[in-house]
């Protein structure tokens, strides 16, 4: 059962503050403050995930049950994504993908202060929480393997220019192994789709054939013929990057873009014709 948000706590706010101001330090950085820089980015990734469970568990706000909606689910998606940035941030320098992703941050943030989302005051089995969990982590996951697929396509542009040269890709590893690393995060990804989308049908009653769950379907039907082509056909470049936009932007519809079709625009045209 869904019921009506209130605002965030005044410790979500907190939290959510601290991270806003530590993303937007990062990414004004100076060439000369890496270093401060990436202090600042953690800073902001730590109060990040703290203001995401605050307001997720409705601590300090009186709300009983869960509260989530399409901006916390972006980000959420985008604070995974930074933990694979700063697991991969220790081999090889990433400066200009810090700066972007800490611009994301602050974009990502103050989403989620601004639209809350809604209460669900009480699961329809004691599995869907692991749906949820699940369902969050794959879009960390094609995420990750968006950002890679954007650095490969921006290294192949270069090569393009350089006539057939391997300039460093800007993750400064080799274009092979930055291909290597995009496919593995897309595998991941669907393996963990796949779970999520057998525990929502399996433990769903009854089960509906909305909008998430078409979209859902469709986006790990795509990802399905990317892996499958990859591996009888080889494909690669532009042919592979497109098949993983398109996915990923049929998931980012599945949950996010339904649920912001509710919370945003079905509410404002309530609001205006004076009842829901």
Same mark, same amino acid.
């Given at each position: 059962?869904?019921?009506?948000?209130?605002?965030?706590?005044?410790?979500? #706010? !907190? *939290?959510? +503050? /601290?991270?806003?101001? $530590?993303?937007? @330090? &990062?990414?004004?950085?100076?060439? %000369? =403050?890496?270093?401060?820089?990436?202090?600042?980015?953690?800073?902001?990734?730590?109060?990040?995930?703290?203001?995401?469970?605050?307001?997720?568990?409705?601590?300090?706000?009186?709300?009983?049950?869960?509260?989530?909606?399409?901006?916390?689910?972006?980000?959420?998606?985008?604070?995974?994504?930074?933990?694979?940035?700063?697991?991969?941030?220790?081999?090889?320098?990433?400066?200009?993908?810090?700066?972007? #992703? !800490? *611009?994301? +941050? /602050?974009?990502?943030? $103050?989403?989620? @202060? &601004?639209?809350?989302?809604?209460? %669900? =005051?009480?699961?329809?089995?004691?599995?869907?929480?692991?749906?949820?969990?699940?369902?969050?982590?794959?879009?960390?996951?094609?995420?990750?393997?968006?950002?890679?697929?954007?650095?490969?396509?921006?290294?192949?542009?270069?090569?393009?220019?350089?006539?057939?040269?391997?300039?460093?890709?800007?993750?400064?590893?080799?274009?092979?192994?930055?291909?290597?690393?995009?496919?593995?995060?897309?595998?991941?990804?669907?393996?963990?789709?796949?779970?999520?989308?057998?525990?929502?049908?399996?433990?769903?009653?009854?089960? %509906?054939?909305?909008?998430?769950?078409?979209?859902?379907?469709?986006?790990?039907?795509?990802?399905?013929?990317?892996?499958?082509?990859?591996?009888?056909?080889?494909?690669?470049?532009?042919?592979?990057?497109?098949?993983?936009?398109?996915?990923?932007?049929?998931?980012?519809?599945?949950?996010?873009?339904?649920?912001?079709?509710?919370?945003?625009?079905?509410?404002?045209?309530?609001?205006?014709?004076?009842?829901?």
């Amino acid at each position: 059962m869904l019921t009506a948000s209130l605002g965030p706590s005044f410790l979500t #706010l !907190a *939290a959510g +503050g /601290v991270a806003l101001l $530590a993303y937007a @330090l &990062a990414a004004l950085r100076s060439e %000369r =403050a890496l270093g401060a820089a990436r202090w600042a980015l953690a800073v902001g990734w730590v109060a990040h995930a703290l203001a995401l469970v605050l307001d997720t568990a409705g601590l300090g706000a009186g709300l009983e049950g869960a509260r989530f909606g399409f901006a916390p689910a972006l980000s959420a998606t985008l604070w995974l994504v930074l933990a694979v940035y700063a697991i991969e941030s220790r081999f090889v320098p990433l400066p200009g993908v810090q700066r972007w #992703l !800490a *611009a994301l +941050g /602050v974009l990502a943030v $103050a989403l989620m @202060l &601004a639209f809350p989302g809604e209460v %669900r =005051a009480h699961a329809d089995s004691p599995w869907m929480p692991l749906h949820w969990v699940l369902g969050i982590a794959s879009y960390g996951l094609f995420g990750a393997a968006v950002l890679h697929a954007g650095l490969l396509s921006h290294a192949e542009r270069q090569m393009r220019i350089h006539r057939g040269a391997l300039p460093p890709t800007p993750l400064g590893m080799p274009l092979l192994r930055l291909e290597k690393l995009t496919f593995r995060f897309v595998a991941a990804g669907f393996v963990v789709l796949t779970a999520a989308l057998v525990l929502g049908w399996w433990f769903a009653d009854p089960w %509906r054939w909305d909008h998430k769950t078409v979209f859902s379907m469709l986006a790990w039907g795509v990802f399905a013929g990317l892996l499958a082509g990859r591996r009888a056909f080889g494909w690669r470049g532009r042919k592979a990057t497109r098949w993983l936009y398109t996915g990923a932007g049929l998931l980012l519809l599945a949950y996010a873009g339904s649920r912001f079709v509710i919370e945003v625009l079905l509410r404002r045209a309530a609001s205006a014709g004076g009842a829901w």
